[in-house]
């Protein structure tokens, strides 16, 4: 058939003849025209309508099977090669469609017996059907698959190497392969998969780390191949979901007694306060449950509100009423009452109940209630002018802030030394 891209180029248009055209093709005895036109077919297939593919995948996934002839490039790799290309197209529908055809046995068993330049174009068609088809990870591991990853791993070329990181980051987020992984000695892959790879694979392997993690004994080895270093290196790079989980996991590890301190020194510290100073709300939780771990230890306490107060005298009002609230929490932690003094945070909390917008000031009325329970804390607030300034809240129309001002004054008129401060100021 004389110049087949011509041909399949005009014949695009319709794309019911493009593939009348193409099992044609595959019909015939001419091998190389197979090969040409099937990778030709891969290329195309951004722009096919979905029903199409769905019809060709069951003749790719049949030349997967075809023997081998030692020929380069095969016809495997072209239809490994296309296989790749339709994975990516349908919102994983067609991915699924792909595993459901019994691509995935092959795919393997070609892993095992080709050479590397076909072994590239495998991998990445495994990393396409596990990445946009959830289904197919479980075939993949059902399959022998984790287990050849992993040897992979353990004796992969440089030109293999991501391939297989963004596949194992895909199948680690079952809870079975995280369990082998851990097993096997694997934890030094997933930990190198939330370095290297696309930025969706990076942040899937952060989320592995992160539910891993959560097994007390697993935390030990993540942080022994250097998981912390891996997630802060991820939360200063990557994008916002990357970013978001890869917190989410490094407070995981943080949250066990043993981490609290390493986490701190290795400089995650600053890097919370920049999630808290971001616009996603979900952040702002994150780095609130992380300061209220981190804390447990004094020295860190100290750096967290230097990172706090400079949040209160900035303009970023969400960011205050964030960072308000983690006072608030912080303020229950008896061992911290002279950190909260020597921090400079009182005047500005009281500045801000006076001043302040009416999310901040809720917040800000919440910590001075709190720190009013402590009586080094009530005589911070009381020299630092709050009394008047709560008593003048009571008429607010926030109910919440009106019981906040109201808990704190009940606490300031049981004390003997300052009651008659309140009484003064009526």
């Known amino acids: 058939m004389d110049n087949l891209d011509t041909v399949m180029a005009e014949s695009s248009t319709n794309w019911e003849k493009?593939?009348?055209?193409?099992e044609t093709v595959i019909a015939g005895d001419d091998n190389s025209l197979r090969i040409q036109a099937t990778f030709k077919l891969g290329c195309m297939s951004k722009h096919a309508p979905e029903n199409t593919l769905a019809c060709v995948i069951p003749v790719l996934v049949e030349l997967l099977r075809s023997p081998i002839d030692n020929q380069s490039p095969s016809i495997q790799?072209?239809?490994?090669?296309?296989?790749?290309c339709i994975a990516s197209q349908g919102e994983g529908r067609l991915a699924v469609i792909i595993g459901q055809c019994g691509a995935i046995p092959s795919l393997l068993g070609l892993l095992q017996t080709s050479e590397s330049n076909l072994q590239k174009i495998i991998l990445k068609c495994l990393r396409n059907i596990v990445t946009f088809g959830?289904?197919?990870?479980?075939?993949?591991?059902r399959d022998g698959g984790l287990e050849i990853i992993l040897n992979m791993l353990n004796a992969s070329s440089p030109g293999l190497r991501r391939p297989l990181l963004e596949i194992l980051s895909a199948l680690s987020l079952l809870r079975e392969v995280r369990r082998v992984i851990l097993g096997l000695g694997g934890v030094c892959f997933l930990i190198e998969s939330a370095r290297c790879g696309s930025m969706i694979s990076r942040t899937r392997a952060a989320q592995a780390i992160g539910m891993m993690?959560?097994?007390?004994r697993a935390r030990r080895t993540l942080v022994h191949f250097g998981a912390v270093r891996a997630l802060m290196e991820l939360i200063q790079n990557g994008d916002t979901p990357a970013?978001?989980?890869?917190?989410?996991?490094l407070g995981v590890i943080s949250s066990h007694v043993d981490y609290i301190r390493p986490v701190a020194q290795a400089g995650a510290i600053p890097l919370f306060a920049e999630i808290l100073e971001g616009c996603e709300p979900l952040g702002k939780e994150i780095a609130e449950d992380v300061f209220c771990v981190l804390a447990v230890v004094e020295e860190n306490a100290v750096v967290i509100f230097q990172h706090l107060v400079r949040i209160l005298r900035g303009s970023n009002t969400e960011a205050k009423a964030a960072a308000a609230d983690i006072i608030w929490d912080l303020a229950s932690y008896k061992h911290?009452?002279?950190?909260?003094?020597t921090s400079g945070a009182i005047p500005i909390l009281v500045e801000l109940l006076r001043d302040g917008s009416g999310d901040v000031k809720e917040k800000v009325s919440g910590a001075i209630a709190q720190f009013s329970y402590n009586k080094a804390g009530r005589l911070s607030l009381a020299d630092s002018g709050v009394i008047p300034i709560l008593i003048q809240t009571l008429d607010d129309e926030s109910e919440e802030l009106r019981e906040n001002a109201a808990e704190a004054l009940?606490?300031?008129?049981?004390?003997?030394l300052l009651g008659d401060r309140i009484s003064c100021v009526r």
Request: net charge positive; aromatic share 8%.
């Open 18 to 22: 493009t593939f009348h055209l193409y």
């Open 77 to 84: 790799g072209a239809s490994a090669y296309c296989l790749k």
């Open 134 to 141: 959830d289904s197919n990870r479980l075939t993949v591991v």
């Open 213 to 216: 993690g959560l097994v007390k």
């Open 243 to 249: 970013k978001l989980v890869a917190a989410n996991a």
């Open 336 to 341: 911290l009452v002279s950190v909260v003094q």
């Open 410 to 416: 009940v606490n300031f008129s049981d004390d003997p």
